[in-house]
């Protein structure tokens, strides 16, 4: 059965152990609950490790020899969403010359990983409820049920039971993914943990890209060390990937480093000096918008602002900012 459409956890992938009081209770709650079938929710910031434990949970499971498949649900449309949960029937719509299994399916006795749950639209939220509830899935475009046994462990980044209080999330099936809580803190908030990751993830870089890397000068150090990671772990990783990309010796240097960090930009809320509110609150969303990788429209559903507004507070007044691409 052809799974190349999801992700599966590969062996470089192996989750990397962390040090901080944080991440080890997660780690304990993790080892208690793996070696059953309980369906875990992972909440935290974008780029936190949701993934990260997951795959934990997979690991430490009796489902670990089976295939561990992740889907970001924020990825597609409802229709493509919809076929890539369940899979399609043949001649279900244009395009379908073949039957085609869904993930769910596909990940057969395994661990199945649905990450940004908080997006699905309302009409899937009622057929992910049905699946956890009768342990069968249906095809698009078929009237068959068929049997799955599988592992759900999801992930967001959103507060469902505020959704929930809104009306945009099913009180139910939020109760059927949150039967454990996992949460997991932001890396501004485990900085034991960031030590680690950087060796272990310029290792990774290092190998992969075939650089005769092995470590970081002490400028280098000390401004990953103190930088506020508001991306968390995926900024991490990707300025560490930026910096063994360009990096031309056998350390990275301060010079290798993404602009703000090496500028040692963080967000400082007014302490003495009054500023005008507008400031105050373009500064703010900026911070936003970075914890959210740059990702301008899950910014403003954070800010519950349109796109337009959010782009008009991003302006400032002094200056023409270049035209912004969505």
Known sequence: MAVSRWRMLRPADAPIPLPSAGMQRVVALVGRVAPTDATVLITGESGVGKEYVAR????????????????????????????????????AFTGAVQDRPGVFEAA???????????????????????????????????????????????????????????????????????????????????????????EQLLARAASRMARPIRGYTDEARRLLLRHDWPGNVRELANAIERATAVSDGSLVDAGDLPEAIQRGV???????????????????????????????RRAAEELQISLATLKRKLVDPSHVEPQARF
């Not at 670990?64 to 399609?88: I, K, R």
């Not at 039967?179 to 803190?185: G, I, S």
């Not at 007014?270 to 703010?284: F, Q, S, T, W």
Request: charged share 30%; proline share 6%; hydrophobic share 40%.
């Open 108 to 198: 057969g006795r395994g661990t199945l990983f649905l990450d940004e749950v908080g997006d699905v639209s309302p009409a899937l939220q009622a057929r992910l409820l049905r699946v956890l509830q009768t342990h069968e899935v249906r095809r698009v475009g078929e009237v068959r049920l068929r049997p799955i046994d599988v592992r759900l462990v999801a992930a967001t980044h959103r507060d469902l039971a505020f959704e929930v209080s809104q009306g945009r999330f099913r009180h139910d099936l939020y109760y059927r993914l949150r039967v454990v809580d996992v949460h997991v803190p932001p890396l501004r908030e485990r900085p034991g943990d960031v030590a680690v990751l950087m």
């Open 266 to 296: 963080v967000f400082q809320p007014p302490v003495h000096a009054a500023r005008p509110l507008r400031e105050v609150e373009r500064e703010y969303v900026r911070l936003v918008v970075r914890r959210h990788g740059g990702n301008r």
């Open 56 to 91: 934990l949970v997979h690991e430490r499971s009796r489902r670990s020899q089976a295939p561990f498949l992740a889907v970001s649900c924020a990825e597609f449309a409802e229709t493509l969403l919809e076929t890539e949960l369940f899979g399609h029937a043949r001649g």
